[in-house]
């Protein structure tokens, strides 16, 4: 698995392309990468001296429903309106891929880096990275996977008032 992680981080989408089977049968792995992704951010506020539990317990939480209705979104848009007729279970294994750079955000702990600059470059990486991997998965145009994965990310943020 940590081979598939640094191939997908180095962007070789291919690796999750042809492992297409294990997306419908096995959530596992989606879930420990979102977990990761989460706890990371954890791990730089409590670097940063914020021991907040409630906090980390929020921050893991929001991650977990963004990304299943990150995945709804993309589902719906996709099944309705672009007549791409994939499980809910494979998108939530797609998208999960995504939430890889999210590792990144365990340097907001250190005051070498500004907080707000590995924000922006982390959920910038996670919009980029998720456009093309449905852009290999599914087989569609960049304009599809650009509408899919765009769209479907503002309908999560007008569900969530924030940019999370």
């Known amino acids: 698995m940590l081979k598939t992680i640094i191939k997908i981080l180095c962007g070789d989408y291919l690796e999750v392309n042809m492992k297409q089977s294990e997306f419908n049968n096995n959530l596992f792995k989606p879930v420990i990468i979102i977990l990761i992704s989460s706890i990371a951010w954890c791990a730089g506020l409590y670097i940063k001296n914020v021991n907040e539990p409630n906090l980390f317990v929020m921050i893991i939480s929001l991650t977990i429903l963004g990304w299943g209705f990150w995945a709804f979104s993309i589902w719906f848009l996709g099944n309705r309106l672009l007549n791409i007729y994939q499980s809910y279970r494979s998108i939530l294994g797609i998208l999960s891929f ?25 959920r910038i990486w996670v919009l980029v990275i998720s456009i093309f991997i449905f852009r290999n998965f599914l087989n569609i145009s960049l304009r599809r996977s650009l509408f899919l994965v765009f769209f479907g990310w503002l309908f999560t943020q007008m569900i969530y008032g924030k940019f999370y």
Not at 104 to 111: H, K, R
């Open 98 to 122: 995504s939430y890889l750079p999210g590792i990144l955000m365990v340097f907001i702990g250190f005051s070498i880096i500004n907080t707000n600059v590995v924000w922006i470059i982390s």
